[in-house]
Nanobody, 126 residues
Framework: QVQLVESGGGLVQPGGSLRLSCAAS????????IGWFRQAPGKEREGVSC????????IYADSVKDRFTISRDYAKKTVYLQIDSLKPEDTAVYYC???????????????????WGQGTRVTVSS
């Protein structure tokens, strides 16, 4: 069973950048896709990106695809989410979660994903 731990959140001014990390333990990530989700106060959890283990290809939500970049380091068992040009509406708790190798749960939303981390909070404010 893989365990995930997110880190890298914080308070950032609009226009700034952050790199979130999702570190795995207990198992290799070689056979898992990893999805990033976020949940803003009073809103449902939404997917922002997913990276496939099968070929490293990626999926982005339309709302973030020009500003978010997902990547993975197999050796470090870590998946990253680079967020640029941060906006106040990016304020949320960000979570990572496992899926089968091809992100096939993406269209079903969070319900299809397996192991979840505890989240890291991102606050965008001046």
């Amino acid at each position: 069973q893989v365990q995930l731990v997110e880190s890298g959140g914080g308070l950032v001014q609009p226009g700034g950048s952050l790199r979130l990390s999702c570190a795995a333990s207990g198992s290799t990530l070689d056979y898992y896709a990893i999805g990033w989700f976020r949940q803003a106060p009073g809103k449902e959890r939404e997917g922002v990106s997913c990276i496939r283990s099968s070929d490293g290809s990626t999926i982005y939500a339309d709302s973030v695809k020009d500003r978010f970049t997902i990547s993975r380091d197999y050796a470090k068992k870590t998946v990253y989410l680079q967020i640029d040009s941060l906006k106040p509406e990016d304020t949320a708790v960000y979570y990572c979660a496992t899926d089968n190798p091809i992100c096939s749960s993406w269209d079903r939303g969070p319900i299809g994903f397996g192991s979840w981390g505890q989240g890291t909070r991102v606050t965008v404010s001046s």
